[in-house]
């Protein structure tokens, strides 16, 4: 493991002033902390799941009787895009050197206090004080952030646009409470949260997903958002088995953490992934979490259970360690297709925590997470309530840079992406399904309409070179849209020529071809280079097609018995004579003219 | 010039008739010589000799920071102390140097106060004895003083001196001995349901418990937030007043302070209390309440009656629920805050080293005493999800309606409730630990954490001697933020009491 690597010297421990030097160490035992695959019989490859109308999968009982209904709810952890941490004045930073973001409060120091003076005064004080002032002291190998600053104003704000952009009510009054665990990576052996009152409550998300995959049947559907709630994030745990040994990262304790909590409305994983993937590209756009669940930003469980319709749900299981949308839709149709398959079979469903192992694509028992956790929750004594205005109940006289206006927020929502799509389609005359294409892959809105600001080719034409040739490219060749090698100048240009009628549909695809190597050839440069352009001459056309008529004698009598269908074989093959550098609809003339004669 | 108050002492600097560096040296010196009393923890001779230089440059350039530069405090060893060893007195954090100050050491220290040293306590001031910490248990200096030993030792007994030293009270101890015995001159304390008021009452000296939120608790490890207050240990109430004026005010890195600007107040040299309305709370006669502190807590309802004050009993009728409360919200926050101690980040850590649970364990086993345990297993049982409701919940409504009804009270036309601050005069510590700590602590908050739960202002005022010699307190508690008012009433009354000077002989045992 790289991280054992970094000094873990005997004295790091006894007394701050010597530094933690790099990671700290935990001792495990081989193998605690870490869910280890239980081979048999947990993990058979999930069964098709047969589909309704809406999209849920319901799969038939055995005896085909009694059908299965899935419940699927989701508890979401966005890590707010932030400089500094929810209660220190610490930076926030993906990948910095081990525990190199550390204040004393993050590390939990005995005396330490979370700070909070954007919250509500405990006192008689109506004027809120706020130091944006942050000082940093340098003690051996640590920067210390110290803990001068306030409850971060970004974290809040990020809470209540969020809140809104999911119809939530927003709590003006929100409380914070103590959830308490033993962890290596939870140094005060608590997390400070908002259990009782968090900050929105009550909203919705609308979502939408194909039926079949197939884009033409799209259905929209509705999860209900119970609470977004403010917390901490804990540091990192990094367990090196061959040593028996956990070091911990301290940088991530204390960032700053949106859960979003969602009702058990959905019933498969393709639900979930739909659902999950909108409100990735909500927060995205809102800019309030960069929301890249590779980087940890956005971690998703699911609780799974599966009961008969009529009946109350069943026992729940909770999924971890998912950390793909893909592998989150992989992971609940798995767990659903255990569940049932273990009631099947006469067994029983046990609470508990399971995490996702991609490789073999089942889920397995957490060991660590374990027996009944009672996380004795209490309301955090150091911190005050959190108080939100609105422009009615806005004090007079107060600083605006000291509190959180939610009308104000409110107002300068960007637009979300469901209305992203619905101004494609009111702008561009586009389906709805390509809207939803559009917006769903990064980058790939902003692509199309830089092509069309640079193209005289109608949207309508430019979306089915963007969805058919671009996209499928791009997940040919697992790339993003920003990695593409045809930029959105190239292709309008390729699409220009052939608006312009200098190349024929099927040259262009070629030209698309070469453009794709990415040579930085100008798609005219390849239609000359590969003598792409129309054939102009119309004497040599009709040769071309003379040659092709007096070569098919069959198709020609079929054709001239009335079978006018056989027409376009034979433009087919003058195209392929040209090496489409042919126009259609020219031939065609040609051919009938002479067919006819 | 040891005997002398801050105030004193800080004019005598001034003139010159002693420098800062004799100074600490003297109490340097009195610290080795009354070692015996277990007052400190931790001796920090070098910083403080070093402070004491700095105090003199500036007083012969002719500018001293302020009434406090050069004078010589002490700080109770829960309060974080940059570079210098901070450990709540528990194997924990025996060893643990902190990185930072806590804000009101930064404060002393900024305007020139020497650092003396870290004082003794109860572990994580947890008890009211300053009996239970690992370093051993302090000695009231009363126990060593001729008026104590005239009237409860007789010379002829059998009886070893040493079987009758009698304890300070605590959890503050060390700081009310260090006060007593003339080695420093103000020290702070905790206060978190009595710990700084019931050892002031113990030893002799004027303990004051400012309101929740006038002083910051960065830095100071917890007991239970929404109680803890930094406490003040002096000679006398105009030193109380000058410290308190050093030390309040907000502080950003503690969101439960007050954000109002707080404005330092001289006493007046004069105090009149005649157009004031003493309150005697009936409740305060507890059970237990020696019939001696009784008849001292009625002369000096009469002294305010005589004075012209109009004195009215009154009644806090949820005062019996006080304890069993405190109780509940005292555990459930021990057990969240006890809970960073897991051998990992700092302090001690076991070497077992099976699993991250069972080093956890040992470590927690190993580092705590049976007090903080035990208070943890509880606080823990209080805030399981079935428990909840039914302790902790219920003890946060009977903490309201304890604070309410010192809001009627003082709604009433009441300005200062006087009561007495301990049932007893100190015990000797034989008989003292013939109790558990949860027996004693019971016992002995029971007139002072009320103050804690409704957060108000509270201050003890050694008043006389008891029959054995050893002083006895009471205790004034004021309206929220009303500190000047408090400390004018008690000024008044320590004026009239005269409560004699200890008469310390040499601290040795037999």
């Given at each position: 493991?790289?991280?054992?690597?970094?000094?873990?010297?005997?004295g790091w421990?006894?007394?701050?002033?010597?530094?933690?030097g790099g990671?700290?160490p935990?001792?495990?035992?081989?193998?605690?902390?870490?869910?280890?695959?239980?081979p048999?019989?947990?993990?058979?490859?999930?069964?098709?799941v047969a589909?309704n109308?809406?999209?849920?999968?319901?799969?038939?009982?055995?005896?085909?009787l009694a059908?299965?209904?899935?419940v699927v709810?989701?508890?979401?952890?966005?890590?707010?895009?932030s400089?500094?941490?929810?209660?220190?004045?610490?930076q926030?930073?993906?990948?910095?050197?081990?525990n190199s973001?550390?204040?004393?409060?993050?590390?939990?120091?005995?005396?330490?206090?979370?700070?909070?003076?954007?919250l509500?005064?405990?006192?008689?004080?109506?004027?809120?004080q706020?130091?944006?002032?942050?000082?940093?002291?340098?003690?051996?190998?640590?920067?210390?952030?110290?803990?001068?600053?306030?409850l971060?104003r970004?974290?809040v704000?990020?809470?209540?646009?969020?809140?809104?952009?999911?119809?939530?009510?927003i709590?003006?009054k929100?409380?914070?409470?103590?959830?308490?665990?033993?962890?290596?990576?939870?140094p005060a052996?608590?997390?400070?949260t908002?259990?009782?009152?968090?900050?929105?409550?009550?909203g919705?998300?609308s979502?939408?997903?194909?039926?079949?995959?197939?884009?033409?049947?799209?259905?929209?559907?509705?999860?209900?958002?119970?609470?977004?709630?403010?917390?901490?994030?804990?540091?990192?745990?990094?367990?090196?088995?061959?040593?028996?040994q956990?070091?911990?990262?301290?940088?991530?304790a204390?960032?700053?953490?949106?859960?979003?909590?969602?009702?058990p409305?959905m019933?498969c994983?393709?639900?979930?992934?739909?659902?999950?993937?909108e409100?990735?590209?909500?927060?995205?756009?809102?800019?309030?979490?960069?929301?890249i669940?590779?980087?940890g930003?956005?971690?998703?469980d699911?609780?799974?259970?599966?009961?008969?319709p009529?009946?109350?749900y069943?026992v729940?299981t909770?999924?971890?360690?998912?950390n793909s949308?893909?592998?989150?839709a992989?992971?609940?149709?798995?767990?659903?297709?255990r569940?049932?398959?273990?009631?099947?079979?006469?067994?029983?469903i046990?609470?508990?925590?399971r995490?996702?192992?991609?490789?073999?694509?089942?889920?397995?028992?957490?060991?660590?997470?374990e027996?009944?956790?009672?996380?004795?929750?209490?309301?955090?004594?150091n911190?005050?309530p959190?108080?939100?205005?609105?422009?009615?109940s806005?004090?007079?006289?107060?600083?605006?840079?000291?509190?959180?206006?939610?009308?104000?927020?409110?107002e300068?929502?960007?637009?979300?992406?469901s209305a992203k799509?619905a101004?494609l389609?009111?702008?561009?005359?586009?389906?709805p399904?390509?809207?939803?294409?559009?917006?769903n892959?990064?980058?790939?809105?902003e692509?199309?309409?830089?092509?069309?600001?640079?193209?005289?080719?109608?949207?309508?034409?430019?979306i089915g070179?963007i969805l058919?040739d671009?996209?499928?490219?791009?997940?040919?060749?697992?790339c993003?849209?920003?990695e593409?090698?045809?930029?959105?100048v190239?292709?309008?240009?390729?699409?220009?020529?052939?608006?312009?009628?200098?190349?024929?549909?099927?040259?262009?695809?070629?030209?698309?071809?070469?453009?794709?190597?990415?040579?930085?050839k100008t798609?005219?440069?390849?239609?000359?280079?590969?003598?792409?352009?129309l054939i102009?001459?119309?004497?040599?056309?009709?040769?071309?097609?003379?040659?092709?008529i007096?070569?098919?004698e069959?198709?020609?009598m079929?054709?001239?018995?009335?079978?006018q269908?056989?027409?376009?074989?034979?433009?087919?093959?003058?195209?392929?004579?040209?090496?489409?550098?042919?126009?259609?609809?020219l031939?065609?003339?040609?051919?009938?003219?002479?067919?006819s004669? | 010039?040891?005997?002398?108050?801050?105030?004193?002492?800080?004019?005598?600097?001034?003139?010159?008739?002693?420098t800062?560096?004799?100074?600490?040296q003297r109490?340097?010196?009195?610290?080795?010589?009354?070692?015996?009393?277990?007052?400190y923890?931790?001796v920090?001779?070098?910083?403080?000799?070093?402070q004491?230089?700095?105090?003199?440059?500036r007083?012969r350039?002719?500018?001293?920071?302020?009434?406090?530069?050069?004078?010589?405090?002490?700080?109770?060893?829960?309060f974080?102390t940059a570079?210098?060893?901070t450990?709540?007195?528990?194997?924990?954090?025996?060893g643990?140097?902190?990185?930072?100050?806590?804000?009101?050491?930064?404060?002393?220290?900024?305007?020139?106060?020497?650092?003396?040293?870290?004082t003794?306590?109860?572990?994580?001031a947890?008890g009211?004895?300053?009996?239970?910490?690992?370093?051993?248990?302090?000695?009231?200096?009363w126990?060593?003083?001729?008026?104590?030993k005239?009237k409860?030792?007789p010379?002829s007994?059998s009886?070893?001196?040493?079987f009758?030293w009698?304890?300070?009270?605590?959890?503050?101890?060390?700081?009310?001995?260090?006060?007593s015995?003339?080695?420093?001159?103000a020290?702070?304390?905790?206060?978190?349901?009595g710990?700084?008021r019931?050892?002031?009452?113990?030893?002799?000296?004027?303990?004051?418990?400012?309101?929740?939120?006038?002083?910051s608790?960065?830095?100071?490890?917890?007991l239970?937030?929404?109680m803890?207050v930094?406490?003040?240990?002096?000679?006398?109430?105009?030193?109380?007043?000058?410290?308190?004026?050093?030390?309040?005010?907000?502080?950003p890195k503690?969101?439960?302070t007050?954000?109002d600007?707080?404005?330092?107040?001289?006493?007046?040299?004069?105090?009149?209390?005649?157009?004031?309305?003493?309150g005697?709370p009936?409740?305060?006669?507890?059970?237990?309440?020696s019939?001696?502190?009784l008849?001292?807590?009625?002369?000096?309802?009469?002294?305010?009656?005589?004075?012209?004050?109009?004195?009215?009993?009154?009644?806090?009728?949820?005062?019996?629920?006080?304890?069993?409360?405190?109780h509940?919200?005292?555990?459930?926050?021990?057990?969240?805050?006890?809970?960073?101690?897991?051998g990992?980040?700092?302090?001690?850590r076991?070497?077992?080293?099976?699993?991250?649970?069972?080093m956890?364990?040992?470590?927690?086993?190993?580092?705590?005493?049976?007090?903080?345990r035990g208070r943890?297993?509880?606080g823990?049982?209080?805030?399981?999800?079935q428990?909840?409701e039914?302790?902790?919940?219920?003890?946060?409504?009977?903490?309201r309606?304890?604070?309410?009804?010192?809001?009627?009270?003082?709604?009433?036309?009441?300005?200062?409730?006087?009561?007495?601050t301990?049932?007893n005069?100190?015990?000797?510590?034989m008989?003292?630990?013939?109790?558990?700590?949860?027996?004693r602590?019971?016992?002995d908050?029971?007139?002072?954490?009320?103050?804690?739960m409704?957060?108000?202002p509270?201050?003890?005022?050694?008043?006389?001697?008891?029959?054995?010699?050893?002083?006895?307190g009471?205790?004034?508690?004021g309206?929220?933020?009303?500190?000047?008012q408090?400390?004018t009433?008690?000024?008044?009354f320590?004026?009239?009491?005269?409560?004699?000077m200890?008469?310390?002989?040499?601290?040795?045992?037999?």
């Open positions: 493991m790289a991280a054992a690597a970094l000094g873990c010297g005997g421990r006894r007394a701050w002033r010597r530094g933690l990671l700290v935990v001792p495990i035992p081989a193998l605690v902390h870490v869910a280890v695959p239980v048999i019989p947990a993990c058979r490859p999930p069964r098709v589909r109308a809406g999209g849920g999968a319901v799969p038939a009982g055995k005896s085909g059908p299965w209904v899935p709810g989701l508890e979401i952890h966005a890590q707010i895009s400089n500094s941490k929810l209660f220190s004045g610490s926030v930073q993906f990948a910095a050197p081990p973001l550390v204040s004393f409060f993050d590390a939990s120091l005995p005396g330490t206090l979370p700070v909070g003076a954007f509500a005064c405990f006192s008689l004080s109506q004027c809120l706020m130091r944006l002032g942050m000082a940093f002291v340098r003690t051996h190998r640590y920067t210390w952030a110290l803990a001068e600053k306030v971060n970004r974290c704000e990020a809470a209540v646009m969020t809140g809104l952009a999911l119809n939530c009510s709590n003006k929100s409380l914070f409470d103590r959830k308490h665990y033993f962890y290596a990576d939870l052996g608590y997390q400070i908002q259990q009782r009152v968090p900050i929105a409550v009550n919705s998300l979502y939408s997903l194909c039926i079949d995959n197939k884009m033409s049947q799209m259905v929209t559907k509705t999860v209900r958002i119970k609470q977004i709630q403010l917390e901490q994030d804990s540091g990192k745990s990094l367990h090196d088995d061959s040593r028996s956990t070091l911990v990262d301290l940088n991530r204390g960032v700053g953490l949106m859960e979003v909590v969602m009702e409305d019933c994983g393709e639900e979930a992934a739909a659902a999950v993937r409100l990735q590209l909500i927060l995205q756009t809102l800019g309030s979490s960069q929301a669940m590779a980087e930003q956005l971690r998703v699911a609780n799974v259970s599966v009961h008969h009529g009946e109350p069943g729940r909770e999924v971890k360690n998912i949308i893909r592998f989150l992989k992971a609940i149709d798995y767990e659903i297709q569940q049932i398959e273990e009631l099947e079979n006469g067994g029983t046990l609470n508990e925590t995490a996702f192992d991609s490789k073999l694509g089942c889920t397995v028992p957490m060991r660590d997470k027996g009944m956790q009672d996380y004795r929750f209490m309301p955090e004594p911190l005050p959190l108080i939100l205005y609105d422009t009615k806005l004090p007079a006289n107060v600083n605006h840079q000291q509190v959180v206006n939610i009308d104000w927020i409110h300068r929502l960007p637009d979300l992406p799509r101004k389609v009111e702008l561009y005359g586009i389906l399904e390509h809207s939803f294409t559009l917006v892959e990064d980058g790939l809105t692509f199309f309409e830089n092509v069309l600001k640079q193209t005289q080719m109608k949207p309508k034409k430019v070179w058919n671009l996209l499928s490219y791009l997940k040919q060749h697992s993003t849209v920003k593409s090698p045809v930029s959105s190239l292709l309008a240009d390729l699409l220009n020529l052939l608006e312009k009628k200098e190349i024929s549909a099927s040259a262009a695809k070629q030209v698309f071809e070469e453009l794709w190597k990415g040579e930085g798609p005219l440069e390849i239609v000359k280079e590969k003598q792409l352009q102009e001459d119309r004497e040599e056309l009709e040769q071309i097609c003379q040659a092709v007096d070569e098919h069959k198709e020609v079929a054709i001239k018995a009335g079978n269908k056989i027409v376009n074989k034979l433009i087919g093959l003058v195209q392929r004579a040209t090496q489409g550098r042919s126009n259609p609809v031939v065609k003339q040609i051919l009938e003219k002479k067919l004669e | 010039m040891l005997r002398a108050s801050l105030r004193q002492v800080s004019a005598a600097l001034k003139e010159g008739q002693v800062p560096t004799e100074l600490c109490c340097l010196s009195l610290i080795k010589s009354t070692k015996l009393l277990n007052a923890i931790t920090a001779e070098e910083t403080a000799l070093k004491a230089e700095e105090s003199e440059k007083y350039r002719g500018q001293p920071l302020g009434i406090l530069d050069g004078i010589p405090i002490a700080v109770k060893d829960n974080n570079g210098i060893e450990t709540c007195a528990s194997n924990m954090l025996k643990y140097i902190p990185p930072y100050n806590a804000t009101v050491v930064q404060k002393l220290q900024d305007q020139g106060a020497v650092l003396l040293g870290k003794n306590l109860d572990e994580f947890m009211s004895g300053s009996t239970d910490g690992v370093f051993g248990p302090v000695r009231n200096p126990s060593y003083s001729r008026q104590y005239e409860s030792v010379k007994d009886e070893r001196e040493e009758k009698v304890i300070t009270g605590g959890s503050s101890g060390g700081s009310a001995a260090a006060v015995s003339f080695t420093c001159f020290a702070l304390g905790s206060d978190t349901g710990s700084t019931n050892p002031a009452a113990h030893c002799g000296v004027v303990g004051l418990k400012p309101t929740y939120g006038l002083i608790r960065h830095g100071l490890i917890p239970v937030n929404s803890d930094p406490g003040i240990l002096t000679r006398c109430v105009d030193d109380a007043a000058v410290v308190l004026g050093s030390l309040a005010g907000h502080d503690d969101s439960t007050i954000q600007v707080f404005q330092p107040f001289e006493l007046p040299s004069l105090p009149d209390v005649s157009k004031l309305c003493i005697i009936k409740e305060y006669n507890a059970p237990g309440l019939s001696e502190i008849s001292v807590w009625s002369k000096a309802a009469d002294l305010f009656k005589n004075a012209g004050a109009k004195v009215i009993e009154v009644s806090l009728p949820h005062t019996h629920y006080s304890i069993v409360c405190y509940v919200l005292c555990t459930a926050e021990v057990a969240s805050n006890m809970a960073r101690f897991d990992l980040e700092y302090g001690h076991s070497d077992v080293n099976k699993s991250t649970e069972s956890y364990a040992a470590t927690r086993r190993e580092g705590f005493n049976d007090v903080v943890i297993l509880s823990n049982y209080f805030l399981l999800k428990n909840y039914n302790y902790f919940v219920k003890a946060q409504k009977v903490r309606l304890i604070a309410n009804d010192f809001v009627k009270v003082f709604g009433s036309g009441v300005d200062i409730l006087l009561t007495p301990t049932l005069d100190a015990v000797p510590y008989e003292f630990i013939k109790e558990d700590n949860r027996t602590s019971t016992q908050d029971i007139l002072t954490q009320a103050a804690n409704a957060g108000l509270a201050i003890n005022v050694p008043t006389a001697l008891s029959e054995r010699g050893l002083p006895v009471l205790q004034f508690i309206r929220s933020f009303q500190e000047k408090l400390l009433v008690a000024k008044w320590e004026k009239q009491v005269k409560f004699p200890i008469q310390l002989e040499e601290v040795k045992g037999a």
